[in-house]
């Protein structure tokens, strides 16, 4: 089975402060994308990267920033956190050109 | 861009069907998608239609896919209570990978 994990499930951050999101998954796969859950909003693309060192940007990327050294593992930065971007963060992953995406657990950022 | 749109709320008893839909702006998806979220978890896929099927079954679970009017709609069958999640309606295609989500509609089950 496809296993995505990500690295905390809950935290707390100060306004201001450098959050560091990790994101790894175990298939080889090529593609990996982080989303923001909002209620009423859905999922939102922050960023992708369809190879080691190459990102795209999402539909809201703005106060975000992303890193992909190897290939098994996708980080997603916050510079510096702000009270909005308090949410539910996923991380995904896919193969190729397969649309199926492959989910991890989330984390639930709160930005105080 | 793509606008992908469904109700937020639907509430039935255990033993019914429910119905959840979705309506769509970009035809060009190849790949519909239906994701479930349970409390406190990430997103599992379900089920998937390709675009140029009508319907597709799968156990409790019927896709249809309305092209013309852009609509896809989910029915379970005898709802239980472990069906009580968020659900995602997801279209894919283009020249990416990227899929757009719905907003996800919460599905209760009553006992």
């Known amino acids: 089975d496809v296993k995505v994990t990500q690295s905390s499930r809950y935290l707390v951050k100060r306004t201001g402060e450098k959050v560091f999101l990790e994101c790894v998954q175990d298939?080889?796969?090529?593609?990996m994308f982080w989303y923001r859950q909002d209620p009423g909003l859905g999922l939102r693309l922050i960023y992708f990267s369809y190879d080691v060192k190459m990102k795209e940007k999402g539909d809201i990327p703005e106060g975000y920033s992303v890193s992909r050294e190897k290939k098994e593992r996708f980080s997603l930065i916050l510079e510096s956190a702000s009270t909005n971007q308090t949410s539910m963060y996923l991380c995904?992953?896919?193969?190729?050109?397969?649309?199926?995406?492959?989910f991890g657990p989330g984390t639930r950022l709160t930005v105080t | 861009g793509e606008d992908v749109e469904q109700s937020l709320f639907l509430s039935v008893r255990e033993g019914d069907s429910s119905v959840i839909n979705c309506t769509y702006t970009d035809s060009s998806s190849t790949y519909l998608y239906w994701y479930k979220q349970e409390p406190g978890a990430g997103l599992q896929l379900l089920t998937y239609?390709?675009?140029?099927?009508d319907m597709k079954q799968d156990q409790r679970l019927t896709v249809l896919l309305n092209k013309k009017d852009k609509h896809l709609s989910l029915r379970i069958a005898d709802t239980q209570t472990g069906d009580s999640a968020i659900y995602f309606c997801?279209?894919?295609?283009?020249?990416?990978?990227?899929?757009?989500f719905g907003t996800g509609t919460l599905l209760a089950v009553q006992p």
């Open positions: 298939m080889d796969h090529e593609n």
């Open positions: 995904a992953s896919n193969q190729g050109h397969s649309y199926e995406q492959y």
């Open positions: 997801a279209g894919g295609g283009g020249a990416t990978n990227k899929l757009i």
């Open positions: 239609i390709f675009s140029n099927m």
